[in-house]
């Protein structure tokens, strides 16, 4: 697990119940209700917009199914991918982490083109079901009308500061899914089994599945499993560990939609196809079928809980979005304004407004047809699939690859906290991996590191864990083998259903295209604008710490201190091809941690502006003295930590202002050497290994 820390590894193999900063947070059940509230409404809207599909038709319940062996592969990347990036963000962070920030970036907007089309179908939606109960609100007028309304109120609702909570959505999740299987338990009761039998061939009758049809019903199916990236956004809020509560979430992810998704598709389809065919009926179906099957009061019932959770799953897309906004704002690609909350109610004004009003442009800009939000959603959502799908598969390279050169056990990262705060970490590479006989870490492309919730185990410390659990042994393995082809597979697949709705969605093409190449084109702009200004965004690595880093020059940053340019810029001067350069930043545990909201991307980085500002400063410096090999570190805790890093490291200069030069005492250096910059005199605290 190269990309995650190792004392995340740590807490992984810890006894239940044994960590502190479990409160609060979300175990499988909760995870579960809450990824399932968001997939569990695409069945409300996908078997009409599959039927009316003339390529697809009574086809639909086939290609969902046929979808869902994709759809089980794909849980089992996102549950490798919960795990591996803790901090949340899902593509966001995948994409920036495997290749590079500007990826991570074009994934936001992929994800964003997502959001804003789960937000305007969904209620749209949720207000057509709610008309089987009141037909008045049914005509596409009134209903958008409606629908804007219900988007405005939740936006309101999001600038007061009120969300859901997952408690919320396991009581949706339940009533749903129980609403679903008591449709299921009817018809079943009404039909006999050769009668079921009897539906399938009448699914494949006058409808030749051609090559054409067939690449077309598979690609336009994945819109039955919207939602499923909604576990990577968990991260920060779950359990650990982890890999254990994600991977049973998404075990009763796939069990409760494999076992409703598919069916509720092909019965709805070819038990009413008279209502699957009408524009308006075709938008209620699951509600009609219920009624048909199970009277009045269960139709009113699958109308009414429908309703509700399709509206839920609006203000979960809306909180996404504008939690996107924010996450690409502190990266430096959208602008600071985004970030700005107002003094009423302390929420970010600026980027609900815009997750909130984006979606009803959509809904006017469309008329209000379902049918065309449906075709519209394949960009954004195939497109976020595709590239964590590639992502991760480059991860999971550099593993195999780091397997085959890197001994088996190797010095590992790890701290603990004994006061039950939480520790953060950032590791930051540039430019290429030393050569010659000592091989350091893996220098990636520039992503985001972070060590959280560390368990109390005793004083900070660092020390080199021999973990046989270790990423490099892992990639050995034959299970991690057939995982990566596994995975290759799953991304072919998932980047073949994306190119086919490239070419037979013009209309999702175009607009989900736009929306990419506008974002990117402000991301763009304002990265160069920030660069100009001074502010260079420092591009983060997500990566471990797994030996030392020999010969460098190691720099100590701290907070409010006045020599940090001086520090910076002797560490520039004395870094050159053969002595990378190691800026850390040390910044102080945060007194009152809360707990992260659902959705929320957790990055202590990010968040902390003064060391963003000393690594920018460092990052410029190093660009225009050529400096190739920088490296990033920041963490959160006492500054006497940094003898611990000296340790790790084995630095061969560590440079540190001269008041501070007696009292890193652990550090024993073979000399001291003072030096004057412009900024002011530094301390050189030399060492050879």
């Known amino acids: ?44 809207y996908v078997p009409g917009i599959l039927y009316q599909n003339p390529s697809i038709g009574s086809l639909a319940g086939f290609f969902v199914f046929l979808t869902m062996s994709v759809f089980v592969l794909l849980t089992l990347k996102y549950a490798e991918v919960t795990h591996r990036f803790p901090q949340g ?88 899914f129980i609403s679903d299987l008591a449709i299921l338990f009817t018809i079943f009761t009404h039909i006999s089994f050769s009668e079921f039998l009897a539906l399938i061939p009448q699914m494949f009758a006058n409808r030749p599945l051609t090559v054409a049809t067939f690449l077309t019903g598979f690609a336009g199916a994945f819109l039955a499993f919207s939602g499923l990236e909604s576990i990577s956004q968990l991260s920060p809020v779950m359990k650990q ?17 494999g076992i409703t998704s598919p069916l509720l598709t092909m019965f709805s389809t070819l038990l009413l196809p008279a209502d699957a065919q009408d524009a308006t009926l075709s938008t209620q179906l699951i509600s009609l079928l219920g009624g048909h099957w199970g009277g009045l009061f269960l139709q009113t019932e699958v109308a009414i809980s429908a309703s509700a959770l399709l509206v839920f799953a609006s203000n ?191 209309l999702a093409t175009g607009f989900g295209g736009s929306v990419a190449l506008l974002g990117m084109g402000i991301a763009y702009f304002n990265y160069v604008r920030g660069s100009k200004a001074g502010h260079v965004a420092v591009p983060i690595v997500l990566t471990r710490l797994e030996d030392r880093l020999p010969n460098s020059v190691l720099a100590v940053l701290l907070p409010d201190n006045k020599f940090n340019d001086a520090i910076i810029r002797a560490t520039v001067n004395n870094a050159d091809q053969q002595r990378p350069a190691m800026f850390v930043y040390i910044a102080p545990l945060p007194t009152n941690p809360t707990t992260p909201r659902m959705l929320e991307i957790v990055d202590p980085y990010l968040d902390d502006q003064k060391a963003r500002e000393n690594f920018g400063r460092a990052e410029a410096l190093a660009i225009k003295h050529n400096v190739p090999n920088r490296n990033y570190l920041y963490l959160q805790g006492n500054p006497d930590l940094i003898n611990q890093v000296w340790q790790m490291v084995h630095p061969r200069d560590t440079v540190v202002s001269v008041a501070d030069s007696e009292r890193f005492k652990d550090i024993n250096p073979d000399r001291v050497r003072y030096e004057l910059t412009p900024d002011g005199k530094v301390a050189h605290l030399l060492k050879r290994w």
């Open 316 to 506: 979960t897309a809306i909180i996404g979005a504008y939690h996107v906004f924010i996450a690409l704002s502190r990266m430096g690609f959208l602008p600071e304004v985004i970030l700005k909350r107002n003094k009423l109610r302390d929420t970010p004004h600026y980027s609900i407004a815009l997750a909130t009003g984006i979606p009803i442009i959509i809904l006017l800009a469309v008329g209000g047809r379902i049918d065309i939000l449906g075709d519209m959603y394949a960009f954004g959502l195939l497109g976020a699939f595709t590239l964590t799908c590639l992502g991760l598969d480059i991860v999971r390279a550099r593993e195999w690859r780091r397997s085959k050169t890197v001994p088996t056990h190797t010095a590992s990262l790890s701290l603990d906290h004994g006061n039950g705060h939480t520790f953060s970490a950032h590791i930051s590479t540039n430019g290429q991996q030393s050569t010659g006989e000592h091989k350091q870490h893996e220098i990636t492309s520039p992503h985001d590191l972070q060590i959280s919730d560390a368990h109390a185990l005793g004083s900070s410390t660092f020390s080199e864990h021999q973990n046989n659990r270790a990423s490099n042994t892992e990639a050995k393995s034959l299970w991690f083998k057939i995982k990566f082809f596994l995975g290759i597979l799953t991304t072919f697949l998932v980047a073949l259903a994306w190119s086919v709705n490239l070419v037979t969605k013009p």
């Open 1 to 44: 697990m190269a990309q995650e820390s190792v004392a995340q590894e740590t807490l992984h193999d810890a006894p239940k119940g044994e960590h502190s900063s479990s409160k609060g947070m979300l175990g499988p059940i909760l995870c579960w209700a809450v990824v399932f509230a968001d997939i569990g409404t695409s069945v409300y």
């Open 89 to 176: 963000g899902g593509v966001v962070t995948v994409a920036a982490q495997a290749i590079n920030p500007w990826f991570g970036a074009l994934g936001g907007m992929f994800i964003l083109v997502d959001y804003f089309l789960t937000a305007a179908i969904s209620c749209l939606s949720g207000i057509l079901y709610f008309s089987v109960i009141f037909p008045a609100i049914g005509p596409i007028p009134v209903a958008l009308v409606i629908t804007i309304g219900i988007l405005v109120l939740l936006g309101i609702l999001n600038w007061v500061g009120i969300s859901e909570s997952a408690k919320v959505s396991l009581v949706g999740a339940i009533i749903a």
């Open 241 to 257: 560990p982890h890999k254990r509560v994600a991977g049973i979430a998404l075990l009763l992810v796939v069990l409760t939609i």
